[in-house]
């Protein structure tokens, strides 16, 4: 998270608001809740100290890409362990240029990148993904040979049935 832009702060004053202060995300901003009586320099010292906290806490949350890794090998363990080093990335990481597309896989040079947009999505369809991708360096097209690999994991429709879903309301294909 380099070159962090500061976000857009929305403060609210609230005259039933005694002494907590508490702050959320909405949309692109950072609404932050202070009790009315607050003076200029109170609100300017929370406002700081709510954005670090918030920062830290999306921070432990957030999925690294080291935990893409971890996650790509424990598939290739469980379903697709007899291709051997065939079905192992050079590289999988998350990228943001990429909304199109859930995830793509270069088989030439062995790299895979995931879409940001899944980082909030549940691991069973964030596995969905990653394994398609993986299947891709053993295959690269999508013949029946790569749903039969695919298919092997068990939730393969059910992800793809939300990726759908999710596609429909902000437009991304399941490719
Ligand atoms: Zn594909």
């Given at each position: 998270m380099s070159g962090a832009r500061k976000p857009v702060v929305e403060v609210r004053r609230s005259?039933?608001?005694r002494r907590t202060v508490s702050a959320y995300?909405?949309?692109e901003r950072v609404?932050?809740?202070i009790p009315d009586q607050f003076s200029r320099a109170e609100?300017?010292?929370?406002?700081?100290r709510m954005l670090a906290r918030l920062?830290?806490?999306e921070g432990r949350l957030a999925r690294s890409d080291t935990e893409l890794s971890e996650r790509?090998?424990?598939?290739?363990?469980l379903y697709l362990a007899e291709h051997g080093t065939q079905a192992v990335p050079a590289s999988v990481r998350w990228v943001t240029n990429q909304n199109g597309r859930w995830g793509s896989c270069t088989p030439a040079d062995r790299t895979i990148r995931i879409s940001h947009r899944l980082r909030d999505m549940p691991d069973w369809v964030l596995d969905y993904v990653?394994?398609?991708?993986?299947?891709?360096l053993i295959v690269p097209s999508h013949n029946a040979e790569f749903w039969t690999l695919v298919g092997r994991y068990p939730r393969t429709e059910r992800a793809r049935g939300y990726l759908e879903?999710?596609?429909a309301v902000g437009g991304a294909s399941s490719d």
């Open positions: 005259q039933r608001r995300r909405e949309g609404v932050v809740l609100e300017s010292e929370w406002v700081d920062a830290a806490r790509a090998a424990r598939l290739i363990d990653l394994l398609h991708e993986l299947a891709h879903g999710v596609a």
